[in-house]
Antibody, heavy 115, light 107 residues
């Protein structure tokens, strides 16, 4: 079964850090662009970041550039999102998704930034 | 950045009727457009990619059309499970961008 499973969310204070993981199974992870998308409570979908197949090319939304880092470990079939200098407006459900037209989504992991 | 604008924000439709959702891009994205359905508490689900190709397992009552800057998602004969929020998304240029969504509600 094709599956993405996120982990690592939680409650963090403003200015803090968090690392999200996304474990992939059921497809050849190394052959696909991988992406993080977030959704603030009651709001729409927002693309956060994507990483190309080899991992050498990465793209970020302006809202997270310089604070978040996307990476991947193709040997572990795992995608990561390192989030630093977190702000209240980063509070959201974070989804990992396969590709750039997202045919597979994880179940999401909640990140809450609050003091 | 390409801005995606969806209309209307809310669409009230009776079961069995047709729903037509619109999505406009601020510049041409050729046919690099996807549509998603999202129900409360669930992750989005891909319905359409390449503007008009149904994703695996998507019923034929869902169809997409358009190219360039104007796109449409049509749902013929709405079923109870189709009441949800629908998003369009362009994957032609970085940054990838989503529309604000259209909520399809029961009339």
């Amino acid at each position: 079964e094709v599956q993405l499973l996120e982990s690592g969310g939680g409650l963090v204070q403003p200015g803090g850090s968090l690392r999200l993981s996304c474990a992939a199974s059921g497809f050849t992870f190394s052959n696909y662009v991988m992406t993080w998308v977030r959704q603030a409570p009651g709001k729409g979908l927002e693309w956060v970041s994507s990483i190309l197949i080899g991992g050498g090319n990465t793209y970020y939304a302006d809202s997270v550039k310089g604070r978040f880092t996307i990476s991947r470990d193709n040997s572990k079939n795992t995608l990561y999102l390192q989030m630093n200098s977190l702000r209240a407006e980063d509070t959201a459900v974070y989804y990992c998704a396969k590709g750039t037209a997202f045919d597979i989504w994880g179940q999401g992991t909640m990140v809450t930034v609050s003091s | 950045e390409i801005v995606m604008t969806q209309s209307p924000a809310t669409l009230s439709v009776s079961p069995g009727e047709r729903a037509t959702l619109s999505c406009r891009a601020s510049q041409s994205i050729t046919n690099n457009l996807a549509w998603y359905q999202q129900k409360p508490g669930q992750a989005p689900r891909l319905l359409i990619y390449g503007a008009s190709t149904r994703a695996t397992g998507i019923p034929a009552r869902f169809s997409g059309s358009g190219s360039g800057t104007e796109f449409t998602l049509t749902i013929t004969s709405l079923q109870s499970e189709d009441f949800a929020v629908y998003y369009c998304q362009q994957h032609n240029n970085w940054p990838l961008t989503f529309g604000g969504g259209t909520k399809v509600e029961i009339k």
